[in-house]
């Protein structure tokens, strides 16, 4: 089956800060999607985005489907977006994979 | 309502027992997933229902587990003799997927967070 890699893991930034977090599909995948996980476990969609560049705010996210990756940055970062991010994506018929996951700590 | 609703938020039961996880959609959302979410892990895929479509049940582990959704609306996950390893948090989510066409967004609901003893 499809694999979804992100990196990095774990991640621990000073506010203020920026950053780019990856995920890499093994295979082409269809409704690709970034999550942010808060840590009372409240799963957020951030993005919709197959493909193309969006932003919202000081976030944005990047696909280049061709080549089977995507990119979500986070600019002036605090302490609200520690947490979990999440990529998914499927390949056909909805069945929804997520990665591992990017645990974010942003440090006051 | 105006988002995805769960229930119970917890549940503790003993081995062997059979439980029952509720999920009320989004109004209007044809899509329903149901997920389980490890402690420190992320989500695993359990089963799709897209209208009135066979539901896709590809992801269930085992087949204690069970999932059905009445009138298109409200979904029930069930697992029966329950195990230490079901331990997890349940997550339910809905789109709206027009016909034909991409899938769109997920929304989450907060989960119910189950223990095995």
């Known amino acids: 089956g499809i694999q979804v890699e992100q990196s990095p893991p774990d991640l621990i930034l000073q506010e203020g800060a920026n950053s780019t977090l990856r995920c890499n599909f093994s295979?082409?995948?269809?409704?690709l999607q970034w999550f942010h996980q808060n840590p009372w476990g409240q799963l957020i969609n951030l993005f919709y985005?197959?493909?193309g560049t969006k932003q919202n705010g000081r976030l944005s996210a990047t696909t280049v489907a061709t080549e089977r990756y995507s990119l979500l940055y986070i600019s002036s970062s605090q302490t609200t977006d520690s947490g979990v991010y999440f990529c998914?994506?499927?390949?056909?018929?909805?069945?929804?994979?997520f990665g591992a996951g990017t645990r974010l700590f942003v440090k006051a | 309502g105006a988002g995805v609703s769960q229930s119970p938020s917890n549940k503790v039961t003993e081995k062997g027992k059979d439980v029952e996880l509720r999920c009320d959609p989004i109004?209007?959302?044809?899509?329903l997933y149901w997920y389980r979410q490890s402690l420190g892990q992320g989500l695993e895929f359990l089963i799709y229902?897209?209208?009135?479509?066979?539901?896709?049940k590809s992801g269930l582990p085992s087949d204690r587990f069970s999932a059905e959704r009445t009138g298109g609306s409200v979904s029930t996950l069930t697992i029966q003799r329950t195990q230490q390893e079901d331990s997890a948090v349940y997550l339910c989510?809905?789109?709206?997927?027009?016909?034909?066409?991409?899938?769109?967004?997920?929304?989450f609901g907060p989960g119910t967070r189950l223990l095995v003893l």
């Open positions: 989510a809905s789109s709206l997927v027009v016909a034909g066409g991409p899938g769109e967004t997920q929304y």
């Open positions: 109004s209007g959302h044809t899509a």
């Open positions: 295979d082409s995948v269809n409704n």
């Open positions: 229902f897209q209208g009135n479509s066979a539901p896709d």
């Open positions: 998914a994506g499927d390949t056909g018929g909805f069945k929804t994979i």
């Open positions: 985005i197959p493909s």
